[in-house]
C-alpha cells in the first residue's frame, strides 16, 4: 500500500533529482521511477504504477513526464500535478537553454561522446531491472491467467516488427476487454472503442513571432503520439519542411542537446525556440508543447483509479499495462543493440551487467550507478 503524501516540497525534492540525472529517454525514466518510488519508498504498488503508465502511453505528448505528473497527482492532487511536472522539466530546460546560449555563441556544442558512452550501459541496465520487477504485475504467473502473458508476446512482436505505439496499446486494450466480456457471457454486448487524433489542427504560423511559436509548438503537444523521437519527425515536417524556421543540421543538432541533457526529449522544443527568438522563444516553445500533458494527465489521474474499480475497464486497462511492459522490452531490445553494437562493445557490455547485478542484489539509488558510468565515460574518452 502507498503511504501518505507528505506534501508537495518531497516531490519538489525528488523530481528536481530526478530531471537533474535522468539520462537515457522515456524507457529510463520510467525505471528509474519504478526502482525508487516503488521498490524504495514504496509511493505507489507496482499495479498502480502500471495503470498510471499505460493510461499515460494513450495520450500524446511526452510519456515519462506524464508519469511523473500523474504520480505527483495522486500522491497530492493538482498542486502534487504541478510541482511533479514543473521540477521534472527545470532541470531539463535550463541544461538544453545553456546549449542554446552556447550553440549560438560558438557555433557548435560541447562534445559528450565519451560521457554518453559511459552512461547508456547504465540505463540498459536500470531498464532491464525495471522490466524484470514489473513482470509479476504487468504479465502475472497464473495457471489460469493466460491473456496478459498472449497479450505482452505479441505486443512485444508487433513493436519489434514496427508498428505504432498507440496502435498497440489500443488493440491490446480491446483484446483484454474482448477476453473478459466472453468470460462473463456479455460478447454479445462488446463496447468498442475509439481514439480521436486532433490530426486536423491547424494554426496561421507565417512567421516566427511569440505568438506563431506557441501555436505550432502547441499544436505538436497535442498530435505528437509516442517518443521523444516521434517529436523529431513532426519538427522537421513543419518547422524545416513546411515553414522553413530552421535548417535540419539545426534539427540535428536540437535533437543532439535533447539527448545528452537529462530529463524528456521533448525540451528539444527548448534548443528550437532558443534558435528562433532567444530566451522568450525557449521559455514559449517549452511551456507550449507540455501544457497539454498537465491538462490531459489531470484526467487520466482522476480516471485511472474508477477505470480499476470496474471489471470490464480493468480488462481493458490489464491489456494496456502488458502492452506497455512489451513497449519497455521492445526499447530494451532496441537500445541494446547500439550499445553493444558499437565501438568498444564489450567494455559497455561488462559495465551494463555488473551495472544490473549491483540493481538487482541491492537497493542502491541508480543515481549513483548514472554518475559512475558518466565519469567512466569522460574518463575513457579522455584516455583515447
Known amino acids: 500500500m502507498s503511504r501518505e503524501p507528505s506534501g508537495v516540497v518531497e516531490l519538489a525534492r525528488y523530481f528536481l533529482r530526478l530531471g537533474a540525472t535522468a539520462f537515457g529517454g522515456p524507457a529510463a525514466h520510467l525505471g528509474l521511477m519504478q526502482q525508487e518510488l516503488v521498490e524504495r519508498r514504496k509511493w505507489l504498488t507496482r499495479q498502480e504504477f502500471l495503470d498510471l503508465v499505460g493510461g499515460c502511453n494513450l495520450l500524446p505528448g511526452p510519456s515519462s513526464s506524464q508519469v511523473a505528473m500523474a504520480i505527483g497527482y495522486k500522491r497530492d492532487g493538482l498542486p502534487g500535478l504541478a510541482t511533479a511536472g514543473l521540477c521534472f522539466l527545470l532541470p531539463s530546460f535550463v541544461a538544453t537553454l545553456g546549449l ?10 560541447p562534445q559528450a561522446g565519451g560521457l554518453l558512452w559511459g552512461i547508456r550501459p547504465v540505463i540498459l541496465a536500470i531498464l532491464a531491472q525495471a522490466v524484470w520487477n514489473l513482470r509479476g504485475a504487468a504479465v502475472p504467473g497464473e495457471k489460469r491467467e493466460w491473456v496478459r502473458p498472449v497479450l505482452a508476446v505479441l505486443s512485444l512482436a508487433a513493436a519489434l516488427w514496427g508498428a505504432p505505439p498507440v496502435a498497440i496499446l489500443a488493440g491490446a486494450a480491446v483484446a483484454g476487454l474482448a477476453v473478459e466480456q466472453v468470460r462473463s457471457g456479455q460478447a454479445g454486448r462488446l463496447t468498442g472503442f475509439g481514439w480521436i487524433l486532433p490530426g486536423g489542427m491547424t494554426a496561421a504560423m507565417t512567421g516566427t513571432g511569440l505568438v506563431g511559436i506557441a501555436l505550432a509548438f502547441l ?81 487520466v489521474g482522476w480516471l485511472t483509479p474508477r477505470i480499476r474499480r470496474s471489471a470490464v475497464a480493468g480488462a481493458a486497462l490489464d491489456g494496456v499495462n502488458a502492452a506497455a511492459l512489451a513497449l519497455m522490452a521492445s526499447v530494451l531490445v532496441t537500445l541494446s543493440r547500439g550499445v553493444l553494437g558499437g565501438p568498444m562493445a564489450g567494455l559497455a557490455a561488462v559495465l551494463g551487467v555488473g551495472c544490473l547485478a549491483v540493481l538487482l542484489r541491492t537497493r542502491l539509488n541508480p543515481t549513483w550507478l548514472i554518475g559512475a558510468g558518466a565519469v567512466a565515460g569522460w574518463a575513457l574518452g579522455a584516455a583515447i
Do not use: E
Open 100 to 109: 542554446a546560449w552556447a550553440y549560438v555563441r560558438f557555433g557548435a556544442l
Open 219 to 299: 499544436k505538436l503537444g497535442v498530435v505528437v503520439f509516442g517518443s521523444g523521437y516521434v517529436l523529431v519527425a513532426f519538427l522537421k515536417t513543419d518547422l524545416v519542411d513546411r515553414l522553413h524556421w530552421i535548417t535540419m543540421p539545426q534539427l540535428l543538432d536540437a535533437v543532439t542537446a535533447g539527448q545528452v541533457t537529462p530529463g524528456p526529449v521533448f525540451t528539444t522544443a527548448t534548443f528550437v525556440g532558443y534558435l528562433l527568438h532567444g530566451y522568450a522563444g525557449a521559455a514559449v516553445a517549452t511551456a507550449a508543447v507540455f501544457l497539454p500533458s498537465f491538462v490531459m494527465v489531470a484526467g
